[in-house]
């Protein structure tokens, strides 16, 4: 084993046994909420794990959830993000450059319209409702230049570094012919017993790595490694430098101080599904005495319990003066179970927003009452909002960039928030950014009425307020007007104004003298 090879598993192995802790927690979510997706334990393809399941309210709740969490944030054929220049752009630059950054925006999202961004995100949101997703962007082809990949959770191994941040992601890749490490890895330089294996038709395990270089302080750069836990030997090693370099995308929906991996909704509402599942299996068990029955009979040497078949038309014999088979009444109360469903079934909802979803027998909602509804899932998301800009949006944007960039199709600063910021134009943001409308509108209509239209030119710039708006509701830089346009604009209607008035004082003094 070579010394790299060996350092990089004992840490692995390191972060793997803490990621035990939380696989027994992690399983009972998939087994309960998400019985498509991989298990934690090993499993043949398509065998069944819906054995725990007799109410559906959480499966199809994380379906849901995804679902929603993807049209308020990433939604489809929608321009969700933009780019735009940083703290470190002149303010008399930003104009010009913000222009030429909603052109480079428009390609981005075509290209993320025609990858398979749609598809997979979705999929990691259904990990998210657990506690964790995990992307991995990496290059594509000609017609399809970014390629993306839902990684499920019990592939991955986690770790984090000095400020609380992943640092080490650890991929695990199974079943892997030797015959396919030189296309997985065609730069990769293979170990003598690695080639030995070449060809017999043999399978291995490999183990990727990216972490990150500490060693470079003022830019971001991460090693990528690849191991063949067969021979215990280096296959790949690159290292990798800028922003949006790492392959990995890894976000989650809260955590706690200290832990590395999150906790989603469906951990807070793991009681009250496992609750909602057991109830219904009693009352299966209930219904199934009660139409079937439960009989007593007195032991009177004529009924044998052993012959008996409870089919229409059966005979059976007894004593005389027996009672023969007497039903016992079921001691089930179906009403109180009932209660106990409806208060966890709400409980499962509210903890995946199910219960903001339109009702179907309505009429389709308003605008109005989408951007309300959008509004208060953005406020109940409270920080797990925030915590997704800052782990997903920015960082897919960043990738896809960088691969762009390094493909010579874009050409577009660093996106590092100070030259090139990412500002998010999602429905969820956008119902936030209407709270800033809202003030900005009632303080308007406050001072127009109290103080008139006099105070209102003299206190408010026109100019600057709609620009102000229009980047709140989101309008695209292409369709502004730049500030040299603009003022062409005013002159010539200043001069037209001129013209105006200097035509009617004409035509007054021809009245006079007339």
Known sequence: MNTLAEQ??????????????WVPLFEECYEYALPQRESFYYEEAGQRRDEKIFDETAVVGVQEFASRLQSGIVPNFARWADLMSGSEVPKDQREAIDNELDEVTEYVFEV???????????????????????????????????????????????DTGPDDKIDHVFRERKKIPFDELQILFPNGKFDPKVEQQMGKDRETTVLELVCRD???????????????????????????????????????????????YGRGPILNALSAIKTTNLTIELILENAQMSISGIYQMEDDGVVNVDTINLVPGTI?????????????????????????????????????????????????????????????????MGSSFGRLQAE???????????????????????????????????????????EDISSVARFLELVGGAFGPEMMQMLIDSEKTAIFLSKKFGVPESLIRDEEQRRQIAAVAQQMAQQQMAQQQQGMQVGDEG
């Open 8 to 21: 990089k598993l004992k840490k692995y192995q390191k972060a793997k046994a803490f990621r035990e802790n």
């Open 392 to 434: 997903l949006v920015q960082p897919v944007l960043q990738r896809v960039i960088y691969i762009l960039k390094k493909q010579g199709r874009i050409e577009v600063p660093t996106v590092n928030g100070r030259e090139v910021k990412v500002r998010s134009v999602s429905p969820l943001a956008q119902a936030q950014a209407n």
């Open 112 to 158: 993320l319209q025609n990858s398979n961004f749609s598809q997979e995100v979705h999929e990691s949101f259904m990990d998210l409702a657990v506690g964790t997703g995990v992307l991995c962007v990496e290059e594509g082809d000609s017609i399809n230049p970014v390629n993306f990949t839902a990684i499920p959770l019990p592939h991955v191994v986690l």
């Open 316 to 380: 059976i014999p007894k004593a005389m003066g027996s009672a023969g088979l007497q039903p016992i009444q079921a001691a089930g109360r179906f009403d109180v179970a009932q209660l106990v469903l409806n208060d966890m079934r709400l409980n499962i909802r509210k903890a995946l927003f199910m219960d903001m979803l339109a009702d179907p027998n309505k009429t389709p909602a308003t605008a109005t009452e989408v951007a309300e509804r959008m509004a208060d899932l953005s406020r109940r």
């Open 214 to 260: 500490y060693s470079k302080r003022n830019e971001e750069a991460y090693y990528h490694y690849a191991f063949c836990m067969s021979t215990k030997t280096t296959l790949y090693e690159k290292q990798m430098k800028g922003v949006g370099s790492n392959p990995f995308i890894c976000f989650r929906w809260s955590k706690c101080s200290g832990e590395v």
